[in-house]
């Protein structure tokens, strides 16, 4: 088995978008324009969808009330979470994505979705963060989602602030460089475990 050897280097050629893209935690107070949250939601709208089922639903939180019923489902660990101007929460009902194999795509068209909107976000120059500490009966009450409804993710939305506002724990993780798996422990070649040429 290979030796774990993470790495944060990022290969030239990478998209600009890619490169540049951070899960950071310092959110500045600026609001979000209205005309750059709706192109954030186009670009999840407009992603590849399974069987064209679009099982997304997306709620984008902005308004002041709305965002703290939201903020009380967060866990400690995302209290950074706070400070931004918008979350969007994403959502959908199991029964309206394809099932393979018991396999439930929702959950993949929902990824889907979300990247796009993420790397919708670095270009228009926002910070996007999906986070997944919440506790969803707390999500679906603050936002009268219904109860056969899934809450699939938070995607934490606004401009970059000061690491000032962050609490030691949350700018000790945004200092560190992004690190991930060497491309020999993570792809293959035509068979599990035959490196990529």
């Avoid at 396999?103 to 926002?126: E, N, W």
Wanted: with cysteine.
């Amino acid at each position: 088995m290979p030796v774990n050897t993470m790495t944060g280097v990022k290969p030239a050629g990478l998209h600009p978008l890619l490169a540049a893209r951070r899960s950071l935690r310092a959110y500045a107070e600026r609001p979000v324009e209205p005309e750059k949250l709706r192109l954030v939601l186009e670009a999840g709208r407009w992603a590849p969808s399974f069987g064209n089922r679009q099982p997304w639903r997306f709620i984008a939180v902005t308004d002041r009330a709305a965002l703290e019923r939201l903020h009380r489902a967060l866990t400690p660990g995302n209290a950074w979470a706070r400070r931004a101007p918008a979350v969007v929460v994403v959502a959908a009902r199991p029964d309206d994505a394809m099932q393979v194999d018991g396999k439930p795509y929702y959950l993949f068209d929902c990824g889907l979705a979300v990247q796009s909107m993420l790397l919708q976000a670095v270009a228009l120059g926002l910070l996007a963060h999906p986070i997944g500490g919440w506790h969803e009966a707390g999500v679906k009450e603050a936002l009268a989602i219904p109860e056969d409804v899934r809450v699939v993710v938070l995607v934490v939305l606004g401009y970059q602030g000061s690491p000032d506002v962050l609490d030691e724990e949350a700018r000790r993780k945004d200092e560190r460089p992004p690190v991930r798996r060497p491309l020999e422990e993570t792809a293959y070649a035509d068979a599990w475990g035959h490196p990529v040429p």
